[in-house]
């Protein structure tokens, strides 16, 4: 019997077959026409003015950063459970992570303990809209205008996830996307960057190709800066354009199985779903999980073909970031008890229905 998994890549081959032919045939695979459309097609699902792809979700986060200023040893606040690529961005950018304690009920940056974080030093905060929720996104935002602080959005597991109808990634001076294969859309890896800033949207571009000016033209090339080669592919673009164009069925999708899951799991004092706001917007690209036993519970599903994921540990018990839990005690607590639900798009509801059916028995 297959195994149930947290997520599977939807492809649609006929579409995707098509527009790599159509890439293959123009014999120009590197970054060109197909990876402007996936860009437009981005800031148009998203309401944006600008999007930048890149390599990964990482290096958007890199880019961002120094696209908007960052410089050696600035302070960047940095939610303490997320996955630890957030950190190392900062730090790949010669920022200083400072790690901000989280909000059990939603996972989020904890608003307390992210007024105690504040210093002269604090120059950008990357709130990370875990799972697809960022309810907290304006206060963070009013907070750091108020100190003069830029916030950087990690919206890699938010691709389509709203608020009060406006999109994540799209508050803040840069939001980040990642497209790796557990994405609601992927493009094998991948990422992009989205701004309303026109300054930054210029840097970002001169700064994943080398700190080169275009159009491009070989020896003879204008050099304005330092750079890196960040540059994406017409082939991932291909994948890219053939998923963009059924986002709207991606989302209904994922919202049924959380409502599924919220609708049939008995939640008790040992077992309960992480909240979404769906009414307000939210995507759940996965469904989470908090679990007082969860290592047994992980057990007992794994051993009936179903495979969750366990959530990321803290980063502060994570190399290099570790130091003690002073200041952090809500993770502390979130230790060892979270992790997310199977919750792939092409989960059928035999597959729904069983995992719900497995977890009732665990607890009953
Ligand atoms: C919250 C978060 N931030 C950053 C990343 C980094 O994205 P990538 O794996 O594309 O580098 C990921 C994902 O995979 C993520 O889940």
């Given at each position: 019997m297959s195994e149930i998994i947290l997520s599977n890549p939807i492809i649609d081959l006929k579409e995707t077959k098509k527009n790599l032919n159509s890439v293959l045939n123009s014999n120009f695979i590197n970054e060109g026409k197909q990876t402007k459309q996936f860009e437009n097609k981005i800031c148009k699902f998203l309401k944006i003015k600008y999007a930048v792809t890149t390599t990964s979700g990482t290096t958007a986060l890199f880019l961002a950063l120094k696209a908007a200023g960052i410089k050696e040893n600035d302070d960047v606040l940095v939610p303490n459970i997320t996955f630890p690529a957030t950190a190392n961005a900062i730090k790949m950018a010669g920022g200083n992570p400072v790690l901000v304690d989280v909000d059990?009920?939603?996972?989020?940056?904890n608003e307390n303990s992210l007024k105690k974080k504040i210093t002269k030093k604090t120059k950008f905060l990357i709130p990370v809209h875990v799972?697809?929720?960022?309810?907290n996104i304006k206060k963070i935002i009013k907070l750091c205008k108020k100190n003069s602080i830029k916030v950087i959005e990690d919206a890699a597991e938010a691709f389509g996830s709203k608020i009060n109808n406006k999109n994540l990634g799209s508050f803040g001076i840069a939001g980040c996307f990642s497209f790796a294969p557990n994405k609601i859309i992927t493009t094998g890896q991948g990422g992009a960057v989205v701004t309303n800033n026109k300054n930054i949207y210029k840097k970002l571009k001169i700064l994943k190709d080398q700190g080169r000016v275009g159009p491009t033209t070989g020896g003879e090339d204008k050099y304005v800066s330092n750079g890196y080669n960040f540059k994406f592919t017409n082939l991932q673009a291909s994948l890219g354009l053939s998923q963009i164009k059924n986002i709207e069925w991606r989302k209904k999708k994922l919202n049924q199985i959380h409502n599924y899951y919220l609708k049939n799991i008995n939640q008790n004092k040992y077992f309960k779903i992480i909240k979404f706001e769906i009414k307000n917007g939210e995507t759940p690209l996965w469904t989470d999980v908090w679990c007082a036993n969860r290592d047994k519970l992980y057990k007992f599903l794994k051993g009936r073909n179903v495979v969750c994921r366990y959530y990321w540990k803290p980063l502060n018990v994570t190399y290099p970031y570790l130091k003690s839990f002073s200041g952090l005690k809500e993770s502390k607590k979130l230790q060892k008890k979270l992790m997310w639900l199977?919750?792939?798009?092409?989960?059928s509801i035999a597959d729904q229905k069983k995992v719900c059916n497995l977890i009732n028995s665990f607890y009953s």
């Open positions: 059990p009920v939603n996972i989020l940056i799972s697809g929720r960022g309810s199977p919750s792939s798009l092409n989960m």
